[in-house]
């Protein structure tokens, strides 16, 4: 198992290989979290590595996610919908379908060693109670995407989805909200509270902080982007350039991802009214008619002077980038994922048949990326028994990829 860190000027090291491991200052080799760029199993000169991926393919090698305080040696069924950097940390959220100890809470990822803390289940401030949102916000919402609040230092922004089946409206909330030009219940942006446990940085600060919703938003769309009332294909990205913020729609009625903008500001948490997204006319590739190519992921980095969106996309193991400022310049990765096997009776690395991505955050010149294991599908990564158990708790992995290493493999769209 590899432990030694490399140094930032060997940038074609570029992913890690090893399963969950500690790192401390103490380690040999050791690197600030900012500078921090693991080892690619590729570089081992390993023809079991090297067979995995096609040329055409970026080979992106996963690390288990591990709870601080468990030996199982994966992270049970957190289902991370969204990634963001936070403080040398990355920070993620999870959506309806994960585990009931998992919902409604931060989880706070060491970008080192992928182990994880994670904060209380947030509660709701004095100022919301009474929002049109919180009976939906206080039973089991799907929260897509997460993305640090440019505008607060201890603050996040997510998104729900799907609340057709839980989220109830009292008639004057209906009356109310009722123009959404998609979904019969709003799509809502929400706004997370942290109380840090201390100054100080890295995944031990956060853990079972206090978390707390402190303002609600809900969306109205363009009628012209034919967003059309879709429960669970709805916003499941978010990016922020500057105080701009992007939203990622997984599908319209066209079966096209698409992606809306609108712009923060001082008092725009102060309200719940609608908040009029604009459509950016941002075209991401759709290979077939019969079915999206969705967003599931979005993130934004600056490259050569230039502010970029990126994407995943969770069925087509793919990146998107497009120029913010120039719209037709744009990109696609192709990537193919690979999972470490832990068994003794295991082949050290195994090609994945379904990865998932939902989460993308990039800091430092690396992209680091999270999925949310498919549950009628995560099953076909089996290939050895002795993993079995890591599939079927749903149990997710982080990736890393350098920029330089996304744009050496970018083809032009």
Known sequence: MQKKCVNLLLLSAVFCASCAVQITPDTPG????????????????????????????????????????????????????????????????????????????????????????????????????????????????????????????DSFITVTEDASTLGKLSPACKAKFSATHSTSYP????????????????????ANAPLQVTGVRAVQFPMSSEVGNFANDG???????????????????????????????????????????????????????????????????????????????RNDNELWLVNVNNVTDKYKVKLKFIAPNIGASCPRLSTMDNASLEGVAVANGVLYAVNDPWKKNYHKNIKCEEMRIFYENSAPLLFKITLEEVWQRAQKL
């Open 187 to 206: 799509t809502v942006l929400v706004r997370l509270q942290l109380v840090p446990k201390s100054s100080d940085t890295g995944i031990q600060a956060f």
């Open 235 to 313: 916003i499941e990205g978010l990016a922020i350039v500057g105080e701009q913020l992007f939203l990622g729609l997984e599908k319209n009625m066209h079966n096209q991802a698409r992606v809306f903008s609108t712009q923060l500001h001082d008092a725009f948490w102060q309200t719940e009214e609608f908040i009029a997204v604009q459509d950016t006319y941002i075209d991401y590739p759709n290979y077939a008619k019969t079915r999206p190519n969705p967003i599931n992921g979005l993130e934004t980095f600056t490259w050569n002077g230039q502010d970029w969106l990126i994407a995943a996309a």
């Open 30 to 153: 050791y690197i600030d979290a900012q500078d921090y760029i693991p080892k690619h199993i590729v570089n081992t000169a390993s023809s079991e590595s090297r067979e995995l991926a096609t040329a055409s393919e970026l080979e992106v090698v996963g690390q288990w996610l591990t709870a601080i305080d468990d030996s199982l040696g994966f992270y049970i069924d957190p289902q991370p919908s969204g990634l963001t950097w936070y403080k040398n940390t990355l920070v993620s959220i999870s959506d309806a379908s994960a585990d009931a100890t998992q919902i409604k809470q931060l989880h706070f990822i060491d970008p080192h060693s992928s182990i994880v803390t994670k904060s209380q289940p947030y509660t709701i401030a004095p100022n919301v109670v009474d929002s049109c949102f919180t009976q939906y916000l206080l039973t089991k919402p799907d929260l897509e995407a997460l993305v640090k609040d440019p505008l607060s230092p």
